[in-house]
């Protein structure tokens, strides 16, 4: 069993940054692939990044790349996600989750353990 909480988000203005964390209870977390996902009002949960058991190997959404970053720190039980030129359309409450699988996943079904989200609001 692994519980998730997430914090950092906030109310920032467009192009300013934010650091997410989520923080992991569990011996096993360092052999989860652990992934961001967010969802708007009136949207689907999407995919934003993941991130390897080791964190040798990352994925981004187009949307996000080269602005966001995702990183964990084992020994801390936390992974990070760096939010930098947020835009208005990065408004949503975001989810951290762990995989199983120690590789990255992009579909949110391969995720079995979810956070309760922190909210992220860009104004322009």
């Known amino acids: 069993q692994v519980q998730l909480v997430e914090s950092g988000g906030g109310l920032v203005q467009a192009g300013r940054s934010l650091r997410l964390s989520c923080a992991a209870s569990?011996?096993?977390?360092?052999?989860?692939?652990m992934g961001w996902f967010r969802q708007a009002p009136g949207k689907e949960r999407e995919f934003v990044a993941a991130i390897s058991w080791s964190g040798g190997s990352t994925d981004y959404a187009d949307s996000v790349k080269g602005r966001f970053t995702i990183s964990r720190d084992n020994a801390k039980n936390t992974v990070y996600l760096q939010t930098n030129s947020l835009k208005p359309e990065d408004t949503a409450i975001y989810y951290c989750?762990?995989?199983?699988?120690?590789?990255?996943?992009?579909?949110?079904?391969?995720?079995?353990?979810w956070g309760q989200g922190t909210q992220v609001t860009v104004s322009s």
């Open positions: 569990g011996r096993t977390f360092s052999s989860y692939a």
């Open positions: 989750a762990a995989s199983v699988a120690g590789s990255t996943r992009r579909y949110k079904g391969d995720y079995r353990y």
